[in-house]
């Protein structure tokens, strides 16, 4: 891994740039190998609702957020709490995951933590 204090925006093309959010309505089907995946380090779940998503809008960028929806339901709980923002390293976890095994349930159970209060539907029984 590399780092640098260059922006993502002046180092890749803007097409192939993806920014990641959960607020998106795209959701992410696929890993594309030619496509640049940023992870938001802004805290959009409470105070600043939906600011990683108009942050990716103001810079003209594809959105997506992880399929968390689509492979998860809500766990039975009495607190009632439903969260699809995770923290960096979950979404990382969540996507090299995804990336070795091609099977979003086996990434989404490495990287959502149970008290995002979301499940797998085999976990609900």
């Keep these: 891994m590399d780092t640098t204090q260059e922006s993502y925006l002046d180092l890749f093309p803007l097409d192939a740039i993806v920014y990641l959010t959960p607020d998106s309505e795209n959701v992410l ?3 594309d190998a030619n496509k640049v995946y940023v992870l938001g380090g802004l805290v959009d779940e409470s105070i600043h609702k939906k600011l990683t998503l108009q942050r990716a809008q103001e810079q003209a960028l594809q959105t997506a957020r992880l399929p ?9 709980s009495s607190r009632n709490y439903y969260s699809e923002t995770l923290a960096i390293n979950q979404v990382f976890d969540v996507l090299s995951t995804y990336y070795m095994t091609q099977s979003w349930p086996a ?3 490495a990287g959502v933590s149970a008290g ?5 539907p085999d976990a609900v029984k």
């Excluded at 968390?68 to 039975?76: F, H, L, Q």
């Excluded at 995002?116 to 797998?120: A, I, M, Q, S």
């Design 107 to 109: 990434a989404l159970k």
């Design 29 to 31: 089907e696929d890993i």
């Design 116 to 120: 995002k209060g979301y499940v797998l």
């Design 68 to 76: 968390i929806r689509e492979y998860m339901v809500k766990s039975i």
